[in-house]
């Protein structure tokens, strides 16, 4: 099997666990008296152990390699999940998820994965594949939560760990490590790794997309459950499916996709016209009166993501240094880490102050600002390297 083949594998078992718990945490924190803000703050101390680590993460696999901080983000994950299962109030349950946001944190690790073992043409194929894991895993995910959530809250946190250790067993023993050490790139750390992104406008507005999209699309996510809830009387198994369509969505935009797209018109178009679409997608969720209209929101929303993601990533790869890729990825990481601190925790706010649809109406407005900022900035400045391979000379 390719190394390629075998980190699918292994981010793609990850994301089960993750799927598996996300549509059932807000019902679960509920039972413990949590308000709306509370669910969205959940969401943000998760992704403030993110913002923290993603860069040291990064900047540690470009230094002892990438299969160490995998393989422990795979152990810190059974952790935080079990911790979740034995939580007895909402302050414990607050400690399990910034067990698990220190765990998650690897991601730019996995992604450094990719970029070292693809070449600069098919990155965004590369790290697509990468993203057809993540739609894969909120399939399965929260397919397999909200059919174990019969047998107890606990129960799927249990499968979700038991994931966990199998997936760090398999990938201990079969994921090769994709580079060797190089203790130079250990010492960019996140400000010096700041400093190299300003030097260049382009790597500016690509990580300020990291948060302004991860912002919109975390406070969708920690708002939607109840949203769902209050307007169609959804229950998290419910819930669980409606993940699972915006999984099933994200595999087919990732796997058969993104990757023609870039070829065709480039990177640089294709992550301007995804934020429009996530844009139009969040605007369509409170406008959706049934389920076939709420389908085609989240479809709508879920294309748009699909096609951002791999797309963004790729971008910044090919624009840093491939001796600090890892410390850079991170620097993008903590950014969307940062948009998954200050999404939840104002979507929660505004659905308690000002009503269920707000969230939504708010992040749309965002996410069209950032489209047209997108267009202009990425259309004015394309570097060589970035041009479609059939626009190159």
Known sequence: MSPLAIIFVTVFIDLIGFGIIIPLLPFYAESYGASALAIGLLGSVFSLMQFVFSPIWGRWSDRIGRRPIILMGLVGSAVSYLALAQAESLALIFLARVIGGIAGANVPTAQAYI?????????????????????????????????????????????????????FTAAWFFLPESRTGHGKAAEVGRIAALRRALARPQL??????????????????????????????????????????????????????????????????????????????????????????????????????????????????????????????????????????????WGGFLFDRYGMTIPYISSAAIMTVAFVVALVSLARHVPAEMAPVGARS
């Open 115 to 167: 970029a070292d073992i693809t070449t600069p043409e098919n990155r965004a194929k590369g790290l697509g594949l990468v993203g057809v894991a993540f739609g894969l895993g909120f399939v399965f995910g929260p397919a397999i939560g909200g059919g174990l959530s019969h047998f107890g809250p606990e129960a799927p946190m249990y499968f979700a760990a038991a994931l966990s250790i199998a997936n």
């Open 204 to 345: 500016v507005l690509l990580l300020s997309l990291y948060f302004i999209i991860m912002a919109a699309f975390s406070g969708f996510e920690a708002t939607f459950a109840l949203f769902s809830e209050r307007r169609f009387g959804f229950t998290a198994a419910t819930i669980g499916y409606l993940f699972a369509f915006i999984g099933v969505v994200l595999a087919v935009v990732q796997g058969l996709l993104v990757g023609r797209a870039v070829r065709l018109i480039g990177e640089h178009r294709v992550v301007p016209i995804a934020v429009a679409v996530i844009a139009l997608g969040l605007g369509l969720v409170p406008l959706a009166t049934s389920v076939p209209l709420l389908l085609v929101a989240l479809g709508t929303l879920a294309t748009g993501i699909g096609f951002n993601g791999p797309s963004l990533t790729s971008m910044v790869s090919r624009l840093s240094d491939p001796n600090d890729q890892g410390g850079i990825l991170g620097v993008a990481q903590s950014l969307a880490a940062l948009g998954r601190i200050v999404g939840p925790a």
